[in-house]
């Protein structure tokens, strides 16, 4: 499998014949993907594929690209915001690299699937350790299990933009402002999942790694965005390192890293973002590596891993981002100090907009907008 890495920059525009060529077979293959999304989303918009609603609020969390926007700080987000107003939380998705145990394992996870959680849950659990987090593919099947069951009163769907069968109340799209729209095309030519045209579903776009980009570029992006989609409300937010921890759950200053000789790894959508994370805390990255997007690190892969740390210099530290460090569980590698940087969202243009969408959803829950519709069906334990 290619890295996230190597990918970004055979789209981006990589020399060679080998890459142009590859380039036009994307580009080929992009254009039956975009008659098939057309097509699905257009059967849910006319009313032919069926809609099931939930009976309490559903706030969906999603990408109109492929993964890297920063997904998973959001969602510990909205989740936080319902935790800290007492509303008891269910976090919804499709597990994808791996699915989730049992709710009666005392794991975050599905319903009662026998694989493991993936790297997003069990980031989500050291976070939010009393929000459960279910996993499967059947998410109107999830959100009924967790409203029955764990008596939820409110879901986020976490990567939900495309997944329409659950309606929901709120659908908060992110952009990464690195890279908005998927290198112009879509997948798998670009990394656009849809169109942008497609964003006029959403009820509110939220601008990621803000921080990369100056006030111009800040402006000329969200210029494009409202050319996109007019009188959809855009916020603006960053990831901001808070701390280091480590596979014990021990946590320490960023501090630590300023000035120190840093050797980072990941597998992440974007690792781009790391490196640049590093380098903003004054760390001196004298060895990198990228794996795939959600890499599923064998004991091979660890094994690997520490004799690459162990040939490093001694006074060497090294980072990792905790969707990594969750998989691997280890305080050291090669002899040296392992930790991961955690990062939450920082909302630097229009919280307050944001928090009166979120509140809204909780004072208008009791309303009959729940009633039946033509198209919509209501959830059940037996979906």
């Not at 849910?44 to 926007?69: E, Q």
């Not at 280091?244 to 980072?264: D, H």
């Not at 520490?306 to 050291?332: M, S």
Request: charged share 25%; proline share 5%.
């Amino acid at each position: 499998m290619v890295s996230g890495e190597k990918y970004r920059a055979l789209l981006n525009g990589e020399r060679g014949f080998k890459p142009a060529l590859c380039r036009l077979g994307f580009q080929l293959a992009s254009v039956p993907y975009g008659w098939a999304v057309w097509l699905r989303n257009r059967l849910y918009d006319w009313g032919y594929s069926r809609v099931y609603r939930a009976s309490v609020p559903v706030i969906s969390v999603g990408n109109l690209t492929l993964g890297g926007t920063g997904k998973t700080p959001c969602v510990e987000y909205v989740a936080r915001f319902f935790r800290e107003r007492g509303r008891r939380v269910a976090i919804l998705s499709r597990g994808y690299g791996g699915a989730a145990k049992s709710r009666d394992s005392g794991e975050p996870g599905g319903v009662g699937s026998p694989k493991a959680p993936n790297d997003e849950a069990l980031v989500l659990h050291e976070n939010l350790p009393d929000v459960p987090h279910l996993q499967g593919p059947h998410r109107a099947t999830l959100a009924a299990t967790a409203v029955l069951d764990l008596t939820s009163e409110v879901l986020v769907l976490d990567d939900g933009f495309q997944h329409r069968r659950l309606a929901r109340d709120l659908d908060l799209v992110l952009l990464d402002a690195t890279d908005p729209w998927g290198f112009g095309y879509l997948f798998p030519r670009g990394g656009l999942r849809e169109p942008p045209a497609e964003l006029r579903r959403a009820s509110a776009v939220i601008l990621t790694r803000c921080n990369r980009l100056s006030g111009r570029e800040r402006g000329r992006l969200r210029e494009a965005v409202i050319r996109a989609v007019p009188g959809v409300p855009i916020i603006e937010t960053s990831h901001r390192p808070i701390d280091l921890v480590n596979s014990e759950r021990v946590t320490a200053g960023l501090e630590r890293l300023s000035g120190r000789t840093v050797a980072a790894f990941c597998g992440i959508g974007n690792p781009e973002a790391f490196r640049h994370t590093l380098i903003d805390l004054r760390a001196k990255v004298v060895a990198w590596r990228t794996l795939a997007d959600h890499h599923r690190y064998s004991p091979r892969d660890v094994e690997e891993l520490q004799r690459w740390a162990g040939r490093l210099p001694a006074e060497c530290l090294i980072a990792t981002t905790q969707k990594d460090l969750v998989k691997i569980r280890t305080v050291y590698l090669g002899g040296k100090e392992l930790w991961a940087v955690r990062i939450r969202l920082q909302v630097d243009a229009g919280e307050r907009e944001l928090h009166m969408m979120l509140d809204s959803v909780l004072k208008e829950s009791s309303d009959v907008r729940y009633q039946r519709s033509e198209n919509f069906r209501p959830l059940t334990s037996d979906l």
